[in-house]
């Protein structure tokens, strides 16, 4: 990969870590916890900033590796950490705030491309060349 390419996925990292941040901080002072609704919300906004927080930095890690990676498949990994951080939050993020019930269905979706990209990564751990 090269540096303008790490530079890119450092820049997504970031950015993904700042929203994680953000609504972590939001579940544990913006919420009315008084309630079922409220003490709920804050559950899957915590479960999806983690999820995202861990696949931010996941995606950081692999730009910072790449020298020490199969190139095509470490990009696949950062993909796939990307679209699981968009889903899988996302989904939780959505249900948080009274998004459609049905959007609960996208995070499984989400955790299967973060499986995929923890796979994806060690492949690409796996085959790289010893060029």
């Given at each position: 990969m090269g540096n303008?390419?790490?530079?890119g996925?450092i820049?997504?990292?970031?950015?993904s870590?700042?929203t994680a941040?953000?609504?972590?901080?939001?579940?544990?002072?913006?919420?009315?916890?008084?309630t079922?609704?409220g003490?709920?919300?804050?559950?899957?906004l915590?479960?999806?900033s983690?999820?995202e927080?861990?696949?931010?930095?996941?995606?950081l890690?692999?730009?910072s590796?790449?020298?020490?990676?199969?190139?095509r498949?470490a990009v696949?990994?950062?993909v796939?950490?990307l679209?699981?951080?968009?889903l899988?939050p996302g989904?939780?993020?959505?249900?948080?705030?009274?998004?459609?019930r049905w959007?609960?269905?996208?995070?499984p979706?989400?955790?299967l491309?973060?499986?995929?990209g923890?796979i994806?990564?060690?492949?690409?751990a796996?085959m790289?060349?010893?060029r």
């Amino acid at each position: 990969m090269g540096n303008a390419g790490a530079k890119g996925w450092i820049v997504v990292a970031a950015l993904s870590a700042a929203t994680a941040i953000a609504v972590g901080a939001f579940a544990a002072h913006g919420l009315d916890l008084g309630t079922e609704a409220g003490r709920k919300a804050r559950d899957w906004l915590q479960t999806g900033s983690q999820y995202e927080m861990i696949h931010a930095l996941a995606i950081l890690a692999v730009a910072s590796l790449s020298g020490k990676l199969n190139g095509r498949l470490a990009v696949t990994a950062q993909v796939l950490f990307l679209l699981g951080s968009i889903l899988f939050p996302g989904a939780l993020y959505s249900l948080a705030f009274n998004g459609p019930r049905w959007f609960g269905a996208v995070a499984p979706i989400g955790g299967l491309a973060f499986i995929a990209g923890w796979i994806s990564l060690a492949l690409a751990a796996l085959m790289k060349s010893e060029r």
